[in-house]
């Protein structure tokens, strides 16, 4: 039955018949793999079985990467049936849930195997937003050292809402020459020597 619910949802998605039904997750991810990252997360989030869905997303994300397994998933002249048998046993093995296996035959079926990575990072991305996780990415010249890490979670916290998690992500890149560049949620804030010694360059050409 979840196999048949599953399908139907992911179906009902590619016709845009009822996307009123669906249990919406906190964020929209767009495309292909959004549309089918949301049909699993409101399965998955009716049966109450979230985490452990991400946790066989996971699983399934190293099966791809292997040479082995991904010669016969994403090669186009084997059969569906084949590929959706290869996930399957090997997931089986681990004991992934019903919503999990059903969701890859949906895949095979419908010839969308080769989206699978896009689909896992889709899902991974809700499920951050499920949990008010909030990802920020600073990218500095050099490496940051403890004190400054520190003070800087200090300062991004500010930029969150109640019940929000900071998830920080850093960088170095020597070719920003200096300051940082933070991107997190919907604000984007370039602060780099770079940039500064670019608008400067700019400014005295246009004098």
């Keep these: 039955m979840a ?3 599953l ?6 998605f590619s016709t845009s018949v009822v996307r009123s039904k669906l249990m919406k997750p906190p964020i929209t991810v767009y495309g292909v793999e959004g549309r089918y990252a949301t049909a699993l997360f409101s399965a998955a989030s009716k049966q109450k079985k979230l985490d452990q869905v ?3 997303l996971g699983r399934l994300s190293a099966l791809i990467k292997d040479p082995k397994v991904s010669s016969i998933v994403m090669n186009p002249h084997v059969k569906r049936t084949l590929k959706q048998k290869t996930l399957t046993d090997a997931l089986s093995q681990v004991k992934a849930t019903p919503i999990t296996l059903n969701f890859i035959g949906v895949l095979a079926e419908n010839g969308r195997l080769p989206v699978t990575a896009d689909v896992i990072g889709a899902y991974t991305m809700m499920m951050k937003a499920h949990r008010g996780e909030v990802t920020c990415s600073v990218t500095t010249a050099q490496a940051l050292d403890e004190a400054s890490l520190a003070d800087l979670k200090v300062a991004l916290n500010g930029f969150l809402a109640k019940g929000q998690t900071i998830n920080l992500v850093t960088k170095s890149d020597p070719s ?3 300051g940082m560049i933070v991107s997190i949620g919907d604000n984007y804030v370039d602060m780099s020597t770079k940039t500064k010694v670019q608008k400067l360059t700019k ?3 246009n004098t």
């Design 7 to 12: 399908g139907l949802q992911v179906r009902q």
């Design 176 to 178: 920003i020459l200096g």
């Design 203 to 205: 400014l005295i050409r």
């Design 3 to 5: 196999g048949i619910g």
């Design 54 to 56: 991400e946790q066989d």
